[in-house]
T-cell receptor
Framework: GAGVSQSPSNKVTEKGKDVELRCDPI?????LYWYRQRLGQGLEFLIY????????KSGLPSDRFSAERTGESVSTLTIQRTQQEDSAVYLC?????????????FGPGTRLTVL | QKEVEQNSGPLSVPEGAIASLNCTYS??????FFWYRQYSGKSPELIMS????GDKEDGRFTAQLNKASQYVSLLIRDSQPSDSATYLC???????????FGAGTRLFVKA
């Protein structure tokens, strides 16, 4: 595709429900990142994928958060038993890890609101 | 302890002035440094990358890196109201697996 896409763009859920957020990276990009951005805050690193493996999961805030990536393409971030403090914009980015600049290209984000 | 620190601002400059944005980082092994711009309600976009000590110029933007002082800055010359945004400093950590973002500096350019 032309860019990184994410779905849904907005998600409103009730506390305690599970949610799945999807990211479609730029075709051919081997690296994929998930970030969380609370209102007025910076980017909080969650997890990084190189291909289908996740060398760094250190940013996942709790065991309620998990992510997977299949076929070096789509990734899904799952939040179980959502809490109000999970409300944020979840951003996905991809990069061509082998490129010199390793610029990260960001998707439009998913705005999650937990009531 | 934060690994990448920026003054949150807001930094307000008049149109046409030079805006200076600063960033310090803690990982001495870092080799790659980036400045991203984020407009309100939008996703970050890369505006500059720098890998070597010294200055790197691209149009109205100049990135400056001093690895000994663990300091990177961004200068915006002839600032325009359209430059008003949050500027995020990002540093690739040793090992290259993770890019750490600062909290960002909000810049306002007054017409």
């Amino acid at each position: 595709g032309a860019g990184v896409s994410q779905s849904p763009s907005n998600k409103v859920t009730e506390k305690g429900k599970d949610v799945e957020l999807r990211c479609d990276p730029i075709s051919g990009h081997t690296a994929l990142y998930w970030y969380r951005q609370r209102l007025g805050q910076g980017l909080e690193f969650l997890i990084y994928f190189q291909g289908n493996s996740a060398p760094d999961k250190s940013g996942l805030p709790s065991d309620r958060f998990s992510a997977e990536r299949t076929g070096e393409s789509v990734s899904t971030l799952t939040i179980q038993r959502t809490q109000q403090e999970d409300s944020a914009v979840y951003l996905c980015a991809s990069s061509n890890y082998l490129a010199v600049t390793e610029e990260q290209f960001f998707g439009p984000g998913t705005r999650l609101t937990v009531l | 302890q934060k690994e990448v620190e920026q003054n949150s601002g807001p930094l307000s400059v008049p149109e046409g002035a030079i805006a200076s944005l600063n960033c310090t980082y803690s990982d001495r092994g870092s080799q790659s440094f980036f400045w991203y711009r984020q407009y309100s309600g939008k996703s970050p976009e890369l505006i500059m990358s720098i890998y070597s000590n010294g200055d790197k110029e691209d149009g109205r933007f100049t990135a400056q890196l001093n690895k000994a002082s663990q300091y990177v800055s961004l200068l915006i010359r002839d600032s325009q109201p359209s430059d008003s945004a949050t500027y995020l400093c990002a540093v690739e950590n040793t090992g290259g697996f993770k890019t750490i973002f600062g909290a960002g500096t909000r810049l306002f350019v007054k017409a």
